[in-house]
């Protein structure tokens, strides 16, 4: 898959173009995705993805985006896109008005634009979707994809996540919710304990669930079962939000390594024990609960 940053660094070819911030790559997302593909293959020209960086949303409004940039490449990959354009997204391309954004469009050479039924674009979104027949002759709207009575948005992602409802988040997605980050050093109290924790530095910005987790951890193409905790470790009075994993059945030194987590099931929301033993038998009891979830 290839990726550029604007339009004009692509070859000068026709394409299909699919437009968004497809932010967590979910289901609404995917919806679009299979639309892209059978209209690139229909005209048989390459695919492409048209997408913002960051999420018009995380410039605009301040939330935490669901995929960074790379982990959303790596998504739309794997759904077979043929190429991304990407393109920096500030608050100068925001004010940009409707017509510059329909002159970018027509670089593409259009044969067909996908997009959503309620997709808005450039300055105040004064750009309806039917404002992009002006430079394609095949437009196609995608309604609005609903999962048990609520519309796929990924704000609805976000409060799910904020709630640490990872089992119906990875329902959205159709598949997990991940997050990719490096191992550092923490307080080296897990050990202590008998259960070393892997703290994982994430992007600034990456949205992550909130609880106790069952998880695949992934390290050096190896995949265990593991156990997160995303928290403040009231305990040991800890302020900042810290993520940490214990993985089962493994030891060795993690430190500087790069690893992705894989949210399967919530275990708990986070407690105050009365001290480290408490704690301890607790982290016992999460530990057979997630070998019964995750086998
Ligand atoms: C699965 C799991 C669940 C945890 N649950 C709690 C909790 O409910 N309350 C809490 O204060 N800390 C909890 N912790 C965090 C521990 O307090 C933390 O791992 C310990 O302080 C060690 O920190 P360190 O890695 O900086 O040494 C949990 C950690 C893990 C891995
Ligand atoms: N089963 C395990 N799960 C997580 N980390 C482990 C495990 N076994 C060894 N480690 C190592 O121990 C470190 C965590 O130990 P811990 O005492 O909690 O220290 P720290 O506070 O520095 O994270 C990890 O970063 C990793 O390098």
Redesign the pocket.
């Known amino acids: 898959m290839k990726t550029y940053q604007s339009p004009s660094q692509r070859p000068d070819t026709d394409t299909v173009v699919a437009i968004g911030s497809f932010d967590g790559v979910h289901l609404g997302h995917q919806a679009l995705l299979t639309h892209l593909k059978e209209r690139a293959q229909h005209y048989a020209v390459p695919s492409v993805v048209y997408t913002f960086d960051p999420p018009t949303r995380v410039l605009l409004r301040g939330v935490d985006y669901l995929s960074t940039l790379p982990e959303k490449l790596a998504v739309l990959e794997r759904y077979g896109v043929d190429e991304v354009i990407a393109v920096p997204f500030n608050r100068e391309f925001a004010a940009r008005p409707k017509e510059a954004f329909l002159e970018d469009l027509r670089i593409l050479r259009p044969k067909a634009i996908v997009v959503g039924e309620d997709f808005g674009f450039g300055k105040g979104r004064s750009g309806t979707a039917r404002d992009l027949e002006a430079v394609t002759q095949d437009l196609v709207l995608v309604p609005m994809q609903r999962l048990h009575g609520e519309d796929i948005k990924s704000t609805r992602v976000r409060a799910l996540l904020a709630e640490g409802q990872v089992e119906k988040t990875a329902e959205l997605l159709g598949r997990a919710y991940d997050a990719i980050g490096v191992?550092v050093?923490?307080?080296?109290?897990?050990?202590?304990i008998g259960f070393?924790?892997?703290?994982i530095k994430v992007p600034e910005g990456k949205m992550l669930p909130i609880g106790v987790f069952a998880v695949h951890f992934a390290v050096n193409d190896r995949i265990y079962a593991g156990m997160a905790n995303v928290g403040r470790r009231p305990t040991v009075n800890g302020v900042t939000l810290r993520f940490e994993?214990?993985?089962?059945d493994?030891?060795?030194?993690?430190?500087g390594k790069e690893v992705q987590v894989k949210f399967r099931h919530f275990l708990r929301g986070e407690q105050k024990f009365s001290g480290l033993e408490e704690l301890r038998s607790q982290l016992a009891a999460d530990r057979e609960r997630t070998r019964e979830l995750l086998g």
């Open positions: 191992v050093h923490g307080d080296a109290l897990g050990r202590t070393p924790t892997a703290n994993v214990h993985v089962l493994f030891e060795g030194d993690l430190y």
